[in-house]
Structures are given as C-alpha cells and as structure tokens.
C-alpha cells in the first residue's frame, strides 16, 4: 500500500531590500573602507560590488561610472563638512577669534577624520575636467561660506578673491601635512587660525572679487 506524502514547497525567506537611501550610505561606506586599506587605485565598481556583497547592476544603478563613485565619494565627505562647520559657527559667538578658531579647526578634524581616504579622492578628482570641476565647484562654496563668514569683520567689510583662494590653499596644505604627519593636527590648526586672522585684518583698499 503506497502511502502519498505531501510535498512541501521550499520556504523561501526573501532577502530585505535595503531602502535606496540606505544601500547608498552602505556602499559609501564600504568604499572608505577600501580606500583606507588599499588605496584609490584598488576601488573599482566590480570590487565594491564584491565587498559590498550586492550584484554589480545595484553598483552601477548607484554611481553609473568609477568618476560618479569618486563625486560621489567627495560629495560625501564635503556634506560632513559643511555640517561640522555649520553647526559649530552656529554655536560660536559673533567675535573674529571664534569664527576663525572654528573654520580652522573644522577644517583641519574633517581632513584628519577621513585621514588619507580623501586625499587620494582629492587625487583622482585631479583625473579629469569632469572631476575637476566638481571639486571646484565645491571649493567656491566653501569660500563663499568663508567670505559671508569673515567679511564683517573685515576694516573694509570685504575679503578680496584672491586672498580668499591662497586661504584655501593655506588650508589644503596644512591639513594635508597634517594628515601625513609632518605636523601635528593642533599645529595645523593654530597656523590656519593665524592666517585666517592676517587674511581679515588686513587693512586694505583692494576690493577686487
């Protein structure tokens, strides 16, 4: 006498889906990771799909390109940034000291947070006009930020272009040294204090912009 046994179909426990905000911070996140234990030159869409453990279509549909991962890469650390220093010159009083002490040391904490990871984005964004033009586009922001920031303090209410731009130069470098150790990070910070402070109270006529 045959016996019939039921059979069960497999139960199948569907993968959850990561909302796309959320796998976007996930494969951000992962890539740092890659760039601070093997370099830039390691980051490939094929490779942070891997790490990642997500199909290579879910990579693409994100960056679309290994030059949108980088933006997105430098997008992402300039968003910090700007919240970092937003929220502590909110919280700082209407002097030239505090405002300068927080630019400098806001920049110089983001820099040394992200360590080497964004200087080798800042490199690869070197790479191409496309690149280029992102990182400047966010450099003039940042001095835009510096220049509404500052310029009341100013002896004639304005902070010309070009010392705003040798600033920025002054922080980059700075941090940069920083970051590699050839100075330390309070150091960098009290050297661009000082030369946000030379840069306002600088009394001149030169109104260029």
Request: glycine letters at 6%.
């Amino acid at each position: 006498m045959s016996s019939s046994v039921a059979k069960k179909s497999p139960s199948h426990t569907p993968r959850k889906r990561m909302a796309r905000e959320d796998r976007n911070r996930q494969l951000l996140d992962v890539a740092w990771k890659m760039i601070h234990d093997d370099g830039t030159e390691a980051l490939s869409l094929g490779n942070l799909a891997e790490q990642a453990g997500v199909t290579k279509p879910v990579v693409y549909d994100h960056f679309g390109t290994r030059s949108g991962l980088l933006i997105a890469l430098y997008q992402d650390y300039d968003r910090r940034q700007t919240a970092l220093m937003d929220s502590t010159l909110a919280q700082s009083s209407h002097t030239l000291h505090d405002k300068a002490s927080v630019i400098a040391s806001a920049y110089v904490d983001c820099v040394l947070s992200q360590g080497r990871e964004i200087s080798g984005v800042i490199a690869s964004l070197a790479g191409s006009p496309e690149l280029e033009q992102v990182k400047r586009d966010y450099h003039i922001l940042f001095i835009d930020k510096c220049r509404d920031t500052l310029s009341p303090f100013s002896p004639t209410g304005k902070i010309p272009m070009p010392r705003l731009w040798g600033f920025l130069g002054a922080a980059e470098s700075l941090s940069y040294a920083a970051a590699t150790g050839e100075i330390t990070a309070d150091q960098a910070k009290q050297e661009l204090f000082e030369t946000i402070i030379a840069m306002v109270s600088r009394d001149t006529h030169d109104s260029r912009d």
